[in-house]
């Protein structure tokens, strides 16, 4: 099954992030080598009770651990992770989806996460003479397995921030975004033109690659 799969690419990636064999991560976790040589190959598999544990050993949420994949942000729900623990227990003809609609979810956690933190710079910005507030919309996208980044605008209404545009990542080039973030917020452009910038953006990266 693609999750046992998962698994074994974690716990490889993990082995070389420590510079070590199975032999090597076994004794740092404190797990058998038979049972993680067992994982690696693929003869053995953690049973659903087992997953939290080991993920708990190898310092990483279940999620990155059942994904196979490093992510740059992770949720930290407790309850969440309890679910993506039991996921491998569900019938093989509705697991797949299961594994979409957990990914998906885990977006969503992200995408708000990302939402709380623009509005909370923002309220920890001291009072300037300035319009508007430009911040960076990060989405990690379970089906392409990428991170692309957008622009999330705030004006100031009566001394406070209020979120007025959202626009949805439109680039893999983290640097070449939050450039463009600057250079929006040095020149106060007024949202109705992020649009022709955005496209702008969008040309000019297209011919200089």
């Known amino acids: 099954m693609k ?13 070389d992030k420590r510079g070590v064999n199975y032999v090597g991560l076994s004794a740092e976790i404190d797990i058998p080598r038979t049972t993680l040589q067992g994982y690696l190959n693929g003869t053995s598999h953690p049973r ?46 509705v697991l797949p989806a299961a594994q979409q609609a957990a990914l998906l979810l885990k977006t969503l956690f992200q995408m708000s996460d990302d939402l709380y933190a623009a509005e909370k710079k923002a309220a920890d910005i001291p009072c300037q003479n300035q319009s508007y507030l430009y911040c960076l919309h990060e989405l990690w996208d379970p089906f392409r397995r990428s991170t692309s980044y957008g622009i999330l605008v705030k004006e100031r209404i009566c001394g406070s921030w209020s979120t007025i545009a959202i626009v949805a990542p439109f680039s893999a080039n983290r640097t070449a975004v939050l450039d463009l973030i600057d250079h929006c917020a040095r020149l106060q452009l007024a949202p109705g033109h992020l649009l022709d910038v955005v496209q702008d953006f969008l040309t000019q990266q297209a011919l200089t690659t």
């Open 48 to 93: 659903a009770d087992s997953i939290e544990n080991l993920a708990d050993k190898l310092g990483i949420s279940v999620a990155q651990l059942v994904s196979g994949e490093e992510h740059p942000a992770s949720v930290s729900n407790p309850d969440f992770d309890q679910i993506l623990s039991n996921i491998p227990t569900l019938h093989p003809k």
């Open 3 to 15: 999750i046992e799969k998962n698994i074994m690419t974690t716990l490889k990636r993990e082995m």
